[in-house]
Structure formats: C-alpha cells, structure tokens
C-alpha cells in the first residue's frame, strides 16, 4: 500500500528554520507532482507548495522567498525548506501526490513569537 512519512516538524522561535521531509512509495513518487500543504487549528488544509516530476515549483504568496520545495527522485522524498518562519507557519504540514493518495500522520510545526 502507497505510505506518505512526514517528519521533521518542531518548536521553533520566529525568524528560525526547519527542514520538513516526506518520503514516498516509488510507485507514486516518481512520475507525480508532489504537494506539501497545511493545516492550522480551525482552517482549512491549504496548499503551501508543489514540484512536478520534471521540477518546476511554485508556491503559495504566504511563502513566497522563505520556503523551497525540493525533491530526491533517488530517495524517493520530497522536501521543503522553511527559512524565516513566522507564527502564522504553525500548522501541521502534510505532503501528498496529485492525484491524491492515502494522507500520511503530517508533521507538526510550532512557531513562537
């Protein structure tokens, strides 16, 4: 069965960094666009930013400059890069393909002010 790990999620202070990644099954990973998204406490789960399997990104306007998306075909992971966070990042983050699979656990962010 197709599994989305999540990992590298924490508690970390405004204007600091964090690594997220998610490592798929090959059967989805490599000819699919991967998306990370979020989820706050109350909102809907929203698109953060995606990479397609040739590696074109873009992003969500709220991340623009501070996130990049990234993935290792070889390793089957797709990652995002999260520089200068701000309170408003905290969320649980999830990845998935597209088309969509079975959501993994995601991974939680905490930013503190």
């Known amino acids: 069965q197709v599994q989305l790990v999540e990992s590298g999620g924490g508690l970390v202070q405004a204007g600091g960094s964090l690594r997220l990644s998610c490592a798929a099954s090959?059967?989805?990973?490599?000819?699919?666009?991967m998306v990370w998204y979020r989820q706050a406490p109350g909102k809907q789960r929203e698109v953060v930013a995606g990479?397609?399997?040739?590696?074109?990104?873009n992003y969500a306007d709220s991340v623009k400059g501070r996130f990049t998306i990234y993935r290792e075909n070889a390793r089957n992971t797709v990652y995002l890069q999260m520089n200068s966070l701000k309170p408003e990042d905290t969320a649980v983050y999830y990845c998935n393909a597209v088309p969509p699979t079975k959501w993994g656990q995601g991974t939680q962010v905490t930013v503190s002010s």
């Open positions: 090959g059967t989805i990973f490599n000819f699919n666009t």
């Open positions: 990479i397609s399997s040739l590696g074109s990104t």
